[in-house]
C-alpha cells in the first residue's frame, strides 16, 4: 500500500475535520451572492443569535446575582474567550501553513472562527449559578433517584448522566436540540464547529475521573448518542480523539478567566493589590516575570502613580491582564505547533496552557481565585442558595410532570424536547426521560429567573 507523506495524510485528516456538512440539510436555498459569510461564519451567527445565548447575560461567571455592572457574567467571558480563540485559531492556522505547505485547505479566517463559535459555545450549557448550580443539579437526582418508586433508573449510564450532570453535555445538547427552530438537530451547526465544542468525547459511562483530561468528564448524554456519532463520524474522529481545535477553545477558555476574574475580584475587593501581586511572584519564568514587570509594577509605579490608589491598583492590573492575554495567547500558539504531531496522532495528553512556556503564570493567575475567592465566605452563601432553589425547582418539576403528565404545565413550560428523525424513542427510559426535560428546563434558566420562580413556587413572592 502507498503510504502518503505526512503532509498528505495531514491534509487528508483536516479535510475532513473541517467539515462544512451540517446534521442536516439546510433549509436556505439560492443564498444571495451579496453573503458573503462561510459556512462557519453562519454558524457564528447562529449562536449569537440564539436565545440560549442571550440568556448568558444573566448567568453567573463567579458572581451571581450580581449588581455590579463591572464584573463579568457567563455571556462577557464567553465573548471575551472567542475573541481569544479567534486570534488563537487564525495563529495556529498561519503557523500549520508554514509548516506543512500540503495544508493549503485550511483558511486561518475558518479555523479562527471555527475555534470562535466554539467558544462562544462552551459554557452556553451552564445551568444558572455556574459550577455550583451543576453540582446542585447532580446531587439532588443523586438523592432522589431510587428513594422511592416513582423515580427508578436502573440503567448505569442513565443514572450517571443526571447525578454526574454536566454542562459541556448540555451544551453539546443544547446547540444540537434544544435551541429548536421547527427543524431537526437544533441550531444545525456544521460537524467542523460541533466536534470542535467537544472538549471531553465520551458518554458519562466512560468517565475516568484520574485518566487522561479528555475522559475525566462526559461531553454528551445519552440521549443524544446519535448527534454525537453523526458529528464523529463526518469529521473522521474515532475512539476517544479530541478535535485538535478543542485544544485552542480550551485554551482560550483557560486564559479568559485566568485573567478576567482577577480583574474582577480586585473591584469586588475580595483580594487587594498586594495579594495580587504575591502570587503572581511565585511565576519563574523568564516571559512570565517580565510580564510581570513591565506591565504591572511598571505601570503601577509610573503611568498611574498621581491617580486614586484604588483607581491606581485597577488600572495597573487591567493593563496587565491585557498584556497578559497577549502574550500567553502567543505561547498557548507556539506549544500547539510544537505538540501539533502528538496531537494529530491522539498521543498529546495534556491540555496546551499546561505545557506552554507562560503556564506559571496562568497557574500563578489561577491560584489567586482558589487562595481567596472560592473559599470566600459570600460565595459559600451564593452556593448554599443555589443548592436550595435548584432542588426546590427540580422536586417541583419532577412531581409536576409525574402527577399530571398533561397538564398545561407539562404541555408548555415542560414540554418534551424535539426528536430527530432517525432517533429509536425507546432508546432511553420514560423516568430518565421525564428527568431529562426537568433538567433542560432548570439548567436553561437565568440566576435570577430560578430564584424568582424557586420563590412563587414556595409561596415566597406572590404573582404569576
Known sequence: MFKKNKGEHYAATWKLLTSPDRLRPSRVKGRSQLDA??????????????????????????????????VRTRLTHS???????RSLGEGAAAGMLSKYPELS???????GTIVATACLLHDIGNPPFGHSGEKAIGRWFSNNIDTGIRLKLPDATERNDLTEFEGNAQSFRIATRLQWSGQDFGMNLTAATLSALIKYPCGSNEVQPNGEKRLRKFGYFKADTLAFDLVRSLTGLEEHRRHPLTYLMEAADDIGYAAGDIEDVLKKGFVDFGSIHECLSTAQSKESKECVEKFLDEPYKHDFKNIEPRERQQLSVQRFCQMAIRLMMKSAIAEFLDSFERIMDGTFEDDLVGKMSMSDLCGALKSIMTKYVYSHIEIAHREQTARNVIAGLLAAIVEELQDRPSGAL??????????HEREDESRVSANYALSQRAADYVAGMTDGHALAQYQRISGMRAGF
Open 37 to 70: 459569510r462561510t459556512e462557519f461564519e453562519n454558524d457564528f451567527d447562529r449562536v449569537v443569535f440564539s436565545s440560549s445565548f442571550r440568556r448568558l447575560r444573566n448567568k453567573a461567571q463567579v458572581f451571581s446575582l450580581e449588581p455590579h455592572d463591572f
Open 410 to 419: 407539562a404541555l408548555s413550560a415542560y414540554r418534551v424536547a424535539p426528536t
Open 105 to 111: 485547505i485550511l483558511s486561518p479566517r475558518d479555523i
Open 79 to 85: 465573548i471575551e474567550v472567542a475573541t481569544i480563540g
